[in-house]
Each structure stands twice: as C-alpha cells, then as structure tokens.
C-alpha cells in the first residue's frame, strides 16, 4: 500500500546553474528533471562550468549566487503537449533585482573576466549530481532549531521539492526513502537513489540570507555532511504544489 510522505510545499527551478532560482506552482518534468532546471551555466574557456567550487567539471566563481535567474514565461505552462518543451532562454537578474540586457557581457564585466559566457547544456551535464533534489521540511526546522540565529530556508540547499512532513517525522527522514520509489502530480514517478554531500554554497550569503560556515558545520557534525535526497526520474509528468507525495 503507497505510504503518504508529504506534500509539495515549494517548487524550485534554477534556469541557470548556480545562480538563484524561481518559484513555480508547477513543473514539467522529464526524463532529465524539471524542464528547463540547470539548462544553462556560466562556462569559462577551459569548458568548466561556474559553481560554489573546484572540481574536474566546476570553476568557483563567487558571486554567483547574488545573481538570479528566471524564464520569461514565469515557469507557467499551458496544459497542451508542448509543456514538456525546453523553455527559451532565461533571464539574468542582478543583484538589485534589475534584468541584465546580455547576460554574456554583464557576466564578464560582474566576474571580472573575459573567458566566461552564458551557455546552454550540451554534452557535459550541468547537474552536479542527479536531476531532482527533495528536501522535507522536517529535516530543514531540525536545521533552524540547530542554528536558530542564523536565518535558513530552503534556498540555502537548492532543492526542486521541498515537502511538508506530517507532524512529528523526524529530521532526515529522507534517508529512509534511498532505494524506493515515489509517485506524485500527474503520472510522475521517481526513484530515490542517495543523498547530497553538502559544500561551502551552504554557507554562502544570498538574497537576505547571510554567510555562516555554522550551517555546514552543524550538518557535518550530525549527518556526515550529508542532507536531501536526490531522485532520478522513472516517468514524466506534472507538479504543482499541494501534491501529495506517496512513497511505493
């Protein structure tokens, strides 16, 4: 019998990798993970994608996170079959809020180097790890109760879901869903594979959250670094939120 773990409490899209993302009320997602999610990034010369840090495929580039990005279209779909399309591509907002006119020459002019341009995904993925990330918000109060003068939200951990747990589930609930799959929206179907190993972007300001390293540290202190669970995508479908989640 399929067990009720939560409901979609927020819905995330990051249009271009590293930077913030947009809240949507629903979601095309494909075999990728939600359409259009990571799509871009910024790429130095070298191929390398810009990120919070250094890595075989990912250049540190600060300051990324104070830039936010969005698709004209505010991530409403129409209710046809072109849904599942890639959307065109996002605009850049800069820190104060204002879109850039050329996201490529605002790019190297804000990160102070002229190697780096906005660039769609091609045979090198964007994603760090695996296409969805879902986080309870069990596990995100037990955060708050652990730091509780540092402001948190969900935007400090990047998820695509954020679910509301019933009452009284506990903190990092989403371990014990590693290995199982989950059903929700339309006819989406998802298999939870493993968690995310947490880096420094934790800790970085964004927005009007401020910089903490004592976010990363109270996660590596009691969960070895680790927070989320990450999921591949068995079938497509569409999200919105206020669906529930069931755990097959």
Not at 64 to 81: A, F, Q, T, V
Not at 89 to 101: D, K, N, Q, R, S
Not at 188 to 195: G, H, T, V, W
């Amino acid at each position: 019998m399929a067990e009720l773990i939560g409901v979609i409490e927020r819905l995330w899209r990051y249009p271009v990798k590293s930077t913030g993302g947009e809240r949507l009320c629903s979601a095309a997602v494909d075999l990728r993970g939600l359409v259009g999610d990571r799509l871009y990034a910024v790429r130095d010369a070298d191929g390398k994608f810009g990120s919070g840090k250094n890595t075989r495929r990912f250049r540190r580039m600060d300051g990324l996170l104070h830039l936010s990005s969005r698709y004209r279209d505010g991530g409403r779909r129409p209710e046809h079959p072109q849904e599942r399309q890639e959307p065109r591509e996002p605009e850049l907002i800069g820190p104060h809020g204002h879109t850039v006119a050329d996201p490529t020459a605002y790019l190297r002019a804000y990160l102070g180097r002229d190697d780096v341009e906005l660039a769609r995904e091609g045979g090198v993925s964007h994603f760090d790890q695996l296409p969805l990330s879902v986080l309870t918000t069990a596990t995100l109060d037990w955060i708050r109760q652990e730091v509780p003068d540092v402001p948190t939200d969900e935007r400090r951990f990047r998820p695509n879901l954020l679910l509301r747990t019933p009452p009284g589930t506990p903190p990092f609930v989403e371990d014990e869903w590693i290995g199982r799959e989950a059903r929700t929206g339309d006819t989406l179907r998802i298999a939870f594979l493993r968690s995310s190993e947490r880096c420094v972007m934790t800790n970085q300001a964004q927005g009007d959250l401020p910089h903490s390293s004592r976010i990363l540290k109270a996660i590596a202190t009691a969960h070895d670094n680790r927070l989320d669970v990450l999921a591949g995508v068995i079938a497509p479908g569409t999200i919105r939120v206020g669906d529930p989640v069931l755990l097959a």
